[in-house]
């Protein structure tokens, strides 16, 4: 055999082990690990996903709800799996970009530890207050909080989500003193805030939505720059004047660092193919969520944005996740 033959089959030999992975991902069940609770919005939208996806690739996609420390216990669980795609991670804000600057330690960088597939959803926030708060515009909320410093307290669905982020970015710009409650989720903080042990939150619209029109929860601004049709009678912070106030909560889709770039791209693929079906778009629109489907690299420069906006106001209020 010549040299240069034998230097062809050493390299197909060198190649066709990456190939063939790509190939044959996934050669087991995978495990889909959501850091918060059944019923909650991540969970509805990676349930939709993962039912897809096991369509599309003829494996189960098992979900694992694995709640706790604000979604870090769930993230940590991936971030520390075998990097080979099949264990795959439904992260938000939190625990996908801002946690490390909330946290004293984590046991996991999602910088280092975690790699983006897809930015799967994003969804605007509504400032909604009990009946008891006497604010019937954002306006007079900010003066009521401003001349009640530390009385009120808001809720949040845990450290580092939009809910809490939001919030701190109004009390730093506002000058305003709000306790913070954190919570796993949406629906324990929207029961606690209708029975009055919590005076306000920033909340995907469609979670308190039916609250608003029951007269149970007053709505005051919508955290887009524009009005969000769902509720279109609500103004946006950019018509208030308080632009800076737009944010965003979001939901990715992220798998161990390491992890093959063809299994990642298999994995994007198929995701945005799912994500920007009629049914799915209707259906995560029904919960306020609008698809993005973006790429890997678009999903981690959204992450980079995220965190050098965040991070300033974390440092700027002093907010921290105890």
Not at 213 to 235: I, Q, Y
Not at 255 to 283: C, H, K, S, W, Y
């Amino acid at each position: 055999m010549h040299a240069w033959q034998k230097t062809l089959l050493l390299l197909a030999m060198l190649v066709v082990p990456w190939g063939a992975s790509g190939q044959t991902y996934p050669s087991k069940p995978v495990r889909l690990v959501i850091p918060y609770p059944a019923g909650s919005t991540p969970d509805i939208v990676g349930r939709t996903l993962s039912s897809k996806l096991q369509e599309s690739f003829g494996q189960p996609f098992v979900v694992e709800n694995r709640t706790g420390a604000g979604g870090n216990i769930g993230a940590e669980a991936v971030a520390k799996a075998a990097p080979d795609g099949h264990t795959l991670l439904i992260g938000i804000n939190g625990p996908a970009a801002i946690n490390k600057f909330l946290y004293k330690s984590l046991s996991y960088d999602s910088d280092r530890d975690l790699m983006p597939i897809s930015l799967l959803a994003s969804s605007p926030q509504m400032l909604v207050v009990t009946p008891a708060v006497p604010a019937s515009s954002f306006k007079d909320f900010v003066d009521h909080v401003r001349g009640n410093p530390g009385r009120l307290s808001y809720g949040s669905v845990g450290s580092g989500s939009a809910s809490h982020l939001t919030m701190e970015l109004l009390k730093n710009d506002a000058k305003l003193f709000i306790v913070h409650i954190p919570y796993r989720g949406f629906p324990p903080a929207v029961t606690d805030m209708l029975g009055g042990s919590i005076d306000t939150m920033f909340a995907i619209i469609p979670a308190v939505l039916p609250q608003v029109r029951a007269g149970k929860m007053k709505a005051l601004a919508v955290t887009g720059l524009k009005r969000s049709p769902l509720a279109a009678e609500v103004p946006s912070v950019a018509e208030l004047g308080y632009p800076q106030l737009e944010s965003l909560a979001w939901i990715g889709f992220l798998a161990p660092a390491g992890t093959p770039q063809e299994v990642i791209g298999r994995l994007n693929g198929e995701t945005v193919r799912t994500m920007r079906a009629a049914d799915v778009r209707e259906a995560l629109g029904k919960q306020g969520f609008e698809v993005v489907a973006s790429s890997p690299s678009e999903f981690s420069a959204w992450i980079r944005a995220e965190q050098g906006k965040w991070s300033k106001v974390i440092k700027a209020s002093g907010a921290t996740a105890d």
